[in-house]
T-cell receptor, first 112, second 110 residues
Framework: QKEVEQDPGPLSVPEGAIVSLNCTYS??????FMWYRQYSRKGPELLMY????GNKEDGRFTAQVDKSSKYISLFIRDSQPSDSATYLC????????????FGTGTQLKVEL | DVKVTQSSRYLVKRTGEKVFLECVQD?????MFWYRQDPGLGLRLIYF???????EKGDIPEGYSVSREKKERFSLILESASTNQTSMYLC?????????FGSGTRLTVV
């Protein structure tokens, strides 16, 4: 079983839609959860960083962690064409600056 | 802003060549990482380093080595390039809160 599973998509939504991206993980030792966004032919960039269970909001983005279900989500409100990218979840047992395990990424396309 | 610079965006090398991929960061980060990214497989950790002259194997170190002689520079070496090492290579550095990635090097081994 992979340590973290992520649906690869592609996911296509109309502009303005609410997008839900999800990952599941297998090891309850993971405490730190991140979302990265990767545009085509670029390196990933950190979008959201959370520790433990709960929600964290930043503008149109909300990261949610449910440790009891080992399930993490990223919600994008009022999606824009500029949100079209691949979104990768990443998890770590010891901190966001240490060794991370990444999901395979979900490709998102927001259409006009 | 932290900047992570990878020396080449695109490289084409022949099978059996020794290949050097260079990565430099400018924010005094302790930790540096090398990943490769392949469709359907995601990011896989090759090697990482938490300090100068220190290195640790990641999940797929076979066929690779690394060098960290200075804090800001982390080099990935393909000892004898093979076609199955054709991939996107990503370098990252970090302190506490997540990685900063370089733009990647797309390596093709022919």
């Amino acid at each position: 079983q992979k340590e973290v599973e992520q649906d690869p998509g592609p996911l296509s939504v109309p502009e303005g839609a609410i997008v839900s991206l999800n990952c599941t993980y297998s090891n309850s030792a993971f405490q730190y959860f991140m979302w990265y966004r990767q545009y085509s032919r670029k390196g990933p960039e950190l979008l959201m960083y959370t520790y433990s269970s709960g929600n964290k909001e930043d503008g149109r983005f909300t990261a949610q962690v449910d440790k009891s279900s080992k399930y993490i989500s990223l919600f994008i409100r009022d999606s824009q064409p500029s949100d079209s990218a691949t979104y990768l979840c990443a998890i770590s047992p010891t901190g966001g600056g240490n060794k991370l395990t990444f999901g395979t990424g979900t490709q998102l396309k927001v259409e006009l | 802003d932290v900047k992570v610079t990878q020396s080449s965006r695109y490289l084409v090398k022949r099978t059996g060549e020794k290949v050097f991929l260079e990565c430099v960061q400018d924010m005094d980060h302790e930790n540096m990482f090398w990943y490769r990214q392949d469709p359907g497989l995601g990011l896989r950790l090759i090697y990482f380093s938490y300090d100068v002259k220190m290195k640790e194997k990641g999940d797929i170190p076979e066929g690779y080595s690394v060098s960290r002689e200075k804090k800001e520079r982390f080099s990935l070496i393909l000892e004898s390039a093979s076609t199955n090492q054709t991939s996107m290579y990503l370098c990252a550095s970090s302190l506490k809160y997540g990685y900063t990635f370089g733009s990647g090097t797309r390596l093709t081994v022919v």
